[in-house]
């Protein structure tokens, strides 16, 4: 029989490099070039028109249906004029993925005969009979219907596929007949209104000229290349995106020679298209560089408001997919697709920014500028300090459980770290401020200090904690926590979320100050002061991997949650339903029936993994251990018949009795995880069982894990049948 492993090595390593044309030398002259702009939208657009459609969008307002037929026919031109012959309203369900569903603008009029159209309805709103989507219960059957409706916050571009397909994609929301959202998207846009409107009073308070406040965000991607062979021959990447077996390389990453090192000319010519893909699509791909474990790399783009970063996300992870197929590589986004290195991550960098030109994260250049920052700065870490549980839900994932307190990726516990130097300035407010009077001296001179204590460049002043799962790093919060194949919209959704809360506290506190007779100032530092004090907790500058912390954490009262099954349970918390509902992000319905369809798809991905694991294990691991037993039986018979005497046979009777106990204990560990899985099945209520397989199926699968991984030592290397971790990471 032929050994699928060493097939799929010979190919691997015998690819050609495709040769990648850009379509111009200068970037400037295709990036967006398949985006429907606002200055594509001028071109295609009366005069006036144009003016009303941009004012809408700039403000962020819904676009009205009689300007709506204009826009559809301008979209349809332009669409038209690229080569588009469909168009399809492009949405992001529970599933995680984005989902579309193409119509073809041609219309047939009468025999023979047809046009291309597009009607103003159907660009606002679409009917895809979502029917089979998640929707944890919002939808019953009788009802079964899902709209899209129109985002025009993100613009709408084009997808080429091949050298004829042409797609025209419309981001849009995704909401029930009820008008329950039943995508990320629609609680994402909630938010960031939400977040305007508790933000700007606080805005208003240092600049009055600000009328919006937009959040922003940058995400950095990371994920692991391997050749296709390579990854079709490993049923568990093909089924799971992670590996479920395969013993650690000898050289893994404990040299550091991959990160940032030259870009092999495989994986270069890969990004290169990939890039030239993006930048058509207006995704500003800045930065590209090698990561820390062998086969990983990051793209990171500049960053942009959130939701048009989202979608900018989702649309690159489709990418990558797509442009890999072409260089015969396969992208791995899964958090953890290699026991013992380094897992995927995907930082969110998020910042606040105002239509006046202020980033409010970042430090000013006058007193009065830098206690606005230091206003958005403390009530951002006040908000993860309240809400550090619902952070911790939003990050929460089967795989990024493994990623999660492995130590080599932020703890399940969240912390935020800040840096020296404005460690120093809390603690100056802490002790200056006097909660019963200030007078105008002290003020001034406490604002002069402040100013004067942080530097001008904060941005690279801030030591970079790498350990930190929340970190100010000298302009932005860094979220880096985030799962690498997680839609950010969620995170971003209770990020917006909780610090819209505590701005609408803060603007509250300092009132309650005001009409006690302080003044403005006075009022600000007062309630600076005090949600400086009860952010103690949260602060942490030191190693999070260390276990002292996980100690230390557990004594300031911080949740360290593991497993996914557990931390979903905050989703469902009176206070979370309290909180969303009362800022109208979710009702509580929708709550519960997302908390629904996370627990299941969690106990969903646990279920298939022990289920292949099993059948690896049965079908391939145990055969491949008994013919080579097989092997070394037959070789000791004969050995025995040529005089060769026991006590010299003694080695190979060892190692003989050695695979034949693992083996043994391999099928024991298989037939109770099969009997386990089947004890569970029974349970019906889906977050009982989630938690049910998060305890008791997890642990046989890591028994068996170890057994396979030992037995991968000892056997053949002929006989073994899949890639092996050091074919799979280094050969390029
Ligand atoms: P690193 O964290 O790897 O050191 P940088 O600090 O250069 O990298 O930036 C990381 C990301 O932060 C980039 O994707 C960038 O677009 C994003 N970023 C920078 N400023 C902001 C901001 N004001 N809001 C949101 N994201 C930002
Ligand atoms: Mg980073």
Redesign the pocket.
């Known amino acids: 029989m032929e050994n699928t492993r060493k097939s799929a090595i010979a190919q691997a390593a015998n690819r050609e490099i495709r040769d990648i044309e850009r379509p111009s030398l200068k970037i400037s002259d295709y990036f967006a070039q398949n985006v429907f702009t606002l200055d594509k939208m001028r071109l295609f657009l009366s005069d006036e028109t144009y003016k009303i459609v941009s004012k809408t969008i700039e403000k962020g307002h819904k676009i009205d249906r009689s300007i709506a037929q204009q826009v559809a026919n301008a979209m349809k031109t332009w669409a038209i004029s690229k080569g588009a012959t469909h168009y399809t309203h492009w949405f992001q369900p529970l599933t995680g993925l984005t989902a579309e569903k193409h119509d073809t603008f041609f219309t047939p009029v009468s025999q023979g005969k047809g046009i291309e159209k597009f009607d103003g309805d159907t660009l606002i709103q679409g009917e895809p009979d979502g029917s089979s989507f998640p929707s944890g219960g919002l939808r019953t059957t009788h009802e079964a219907r899902g709209y899209t409706a129109w985002d025009p916050s993100s613009p709408a571009f084009i997808v080429e596929v091949g050298k004829s397909g042409r797609t025209l994609c419309i981001p849009t929301i995704f909401i029930s007949y009820g008008g329950s959202s039943m995508d990320f998207k629609a609680p994402l846009l909630k938010s960031q209104e939400f977040i305007e409107r508790a933000a700007l009073p606080v805005v208003n308070l240092f600049d009055r000229n600000a009328t919006r406040v937009i959040p922003?965000?940058?995400?950095?991607q990371e994920f692991f290349l391997i050749d296709e062979a390579l990854y079709n021959a490993r049923p568990d990447l093909v089924i799971a995106g992670r590996t479920l077996l395969g013993h650690g390389p000898s050289k893994g990453q404990q040299l550091d020679d991959h990160y940032f090192g030259t870009i092999p000319e495989r994986v270069y010519a890969y990004m290169l298209e990939l890039e030239v893909e993006s930048l058509k699509l207006g995704i500003p791909l800045?930065t590209r560089h090698n990561e820390v474990a062998p086969g990983q790399y990051e793209f990171?783009?500049?960053?942009d408001e959130v939701n048009r970063a989202v979608d900018q996300n989702q649309l690159l992870m489709d990418l990558m997919k797509r442009v890999a197929k072409r260089h015969k590589l396969q992208v791995l986004l899964h958090e953890k697709p290699f026991a013992g290195l380094n897992g995927s991550g995907k930082?969110n960098?998020?910042?606040l920014?105002t239509d006046t030109g202020t980033?409010l994260?970042s430090p000013g250049k006058t007193p009065r500028k830098n206690i606005q920052f230091l206003t958005f700065f403390v009530n951002t870490i006040k908000a993860v300090k309240d809400y550090s549980d619902l952070l911790r839900t939003s990050i929460a994932s089967a795989g990024n459980d493994h990623r999660l307190g492995a130590n080599e990726a932020p703890p399940a516990i969240i912390s935020v770290f800040i840096g020296d130097a404005l460690s120093k300035v809390l603690k100056e407010i802490m002790s200056r401020v006097s909660t019963n009077s200030m007078d105008d001296y002290d003020k001034m001179d406490l604002k002069l200090d402040i100013h004067n204590m942080i530097p001008d460049l904060l941005l690279d002043n801030t030591d970079?904690n790498r350990t930190s799962p929340f970190a100010f790093?000298g302009?932005?919060f860094?979220f880096r926590a985030v799962g690498s194949s997680a839609n950010c919209s969620f995170p971003m959704t209770v990020l917006n979320t909780i610090v819209g809360e505590t701005l609408t506290k803060f603007t509250a506190d300092v009132k309650k100050f005001q009409e006690k007779g302080d003044k403005k100032d006075t009022a600000i530092f007062k309630v600076l002061k005090k949600y400086i004090k009860e952010c103690q907790p949260i602060l942490f500058e030191g190693d999070n991997y260390s276990e002292e912390w996980a100690k230390e954490a557990e004594k300031r009262g911080l949740s360290n949650i593991r497993s996914t099954a557990y931390a979903l349970d905050f989703l469902n918390s009176k206070e979370s339903k309290k909180l969303f509902s009362k800022h109208e992000i979710f009702t509580e319905s929708e709550l519960e029936a997302r908390y629904e369809v996370s627990q299941e798809n969690y106990g969903l991905k646990i279920q298939i993994e022990a289920r292949l694991l099993g059948q690896i294990a049965t079908a391939q691991i145990i055969p491949a251990a008994v013919s080579y037993l097989n092997d070394l039986s037959d070789n000791v018979i004969k050995l025995k018949q040529v005089g060769i005497t026991k006590k010299n046979l003694a080695a190979q009777m060892k190692l003989i009795e050695y695979i034949n106990e693992k083996i043994g204990t391999l099928n024991d560990h298989i037939l109770a995880l099969i009997n386990c899985r089947k004890k569970l099945n029974k349970i019906e209520h889906a977050s009982k069982k989630s938690k049910a397989y998060s305890d008791e199926v997890i642990p046989y699968m890591q028994k068996i894990r170890r057994d396979i991984d030992k037995l991968e030592l000892v056997i053949s290397d002929e006989y073994w049948p899949f890639p092996k971790y050091r074919e799979m990471l280094f050969i390029k």
């Open positions: 922003t965000l940058g995400w950095e800045k990171a783009p500049v960053f930082h960098n998020w910042s920014k980033n994260l970079r790093t302009n932005k860094e």
